[in-house]
T-cell receptor, first 113, second 116 residues
Framework: DAGVIQSPRHEVTEMGQEVTLRCKPI?????LFWYRQTMMRGLELLIY????????DSGMPEDRFSAKMPNASFSTLKIQPSEPRDSAVYFC???????????FGNGTRLTVT | DAKTTQPPSMDCAEGRAANLPCNHS???????VYWYRQIHSQGPQYIIH???NNETNEMASLIITEDRKSSTLILPHATLRDTAVYYC?????????????????FGKGTKLSVIP
């Protein structure tokens, strides 16, 4: 089992640019979560999908952030336009059902200059 | 708000058992105790979870007190690769706890350092 796969591992971009982070959940998992981790705020849930449908996006910080899940094997988190305060590590996690243990990817470290 | 209290840091000698405590005095009847760890530069890794009975898997053992107000994660033979931040999390097991009850809320965890 390859686990949750995220790409890229590192992303450096300039303020104002569009950033797209990608996630491939574990095959057969129907719940997908995006988290963000910073030193100041720790791990925060941004959005949760169940069966490809966004269920809870209350953690998305503002309209510059959007997430999609076009099929069961792929999700994206987009930031447009990016700002320096978006610099963080973004994790994707999946589970086979909502109340099962989450399995995390190794994250994308985003740096916005 | 995290519903758990953990010591900020602990040391353990390599080869010895690491016992990581967690207090969760306000835990509800349908809430599970989860343990995750995060090794530097990696994503959080699921270790184990339990409701009220003690649990054991290939990674660790989870001991939950009878009143469920505290628990201990035991790594039986700690290695240098077990150096990580360990998170104890209380999480609902069903939707009856309300919207968002599925969430994993990470606190600050315990930084475990395994020393040669």
């Amino acid at each position: 089992d390859a686990g949750v796969i995220q790409s890229p591992r590192h992303e450096v971009t300039e303020m104002g640019q569009e950033v797209t982070l990608r996630c491939k959940p574990i095959s057969g998992h129907n719940s997908l979560f995006w988290y963000r981790q910073t030193m100041m705020r720790g791990l925060e849930l941004l959005i949760y999908f169940n069966n490809n449908v966004p269920i809870d996006d209350s953690g998305m910080p503002e309209d510059r952030f959007s997430a999609k899940m076009p099929n069961a094997s792929f999700s994206t988190l987009k930031i447009q336009p990016s700002e320096p305060r978006d610099s963080a590590v973004y994790f994707c996690a999946s589970s086979d059902e909502i109340y099962s243990p989450l399995h995390f990817g190794n994250g994308t470290r985003l740096t916005v200059t | 708000d995290a519903k758990t209290t953990q010591p900020p840091s602990m040391d353990c000698a390599e080869g010895r058992a690491a016992n990581l405590p967690c207090n969760h005095s306000t835990i509800s009847g349908n809430e599970y105790v989860y343990w995750y760890r995060q090794i530097h530069s990696q994503g959080p890794q699921y270790i184990i979870h339990g409701l009220k009975n003690n649990e054991t898997n290939e990674m660790a053992s989870l001991i939950i007190t009878e009143d469920r107000k505290s628990s201990t994660l035991i790594l039986p033979h700690a290695t240098l690769r077990d150096t990580a931040v360990y998170y104890c999390i209380v999480r609902s097991g069903d939707s009856y706890s309300g919207a968002g009850s599925y969430q994993l809320t990470f606190g600050k965890g315990t930084k475990l350092s395994v020393i040669p």
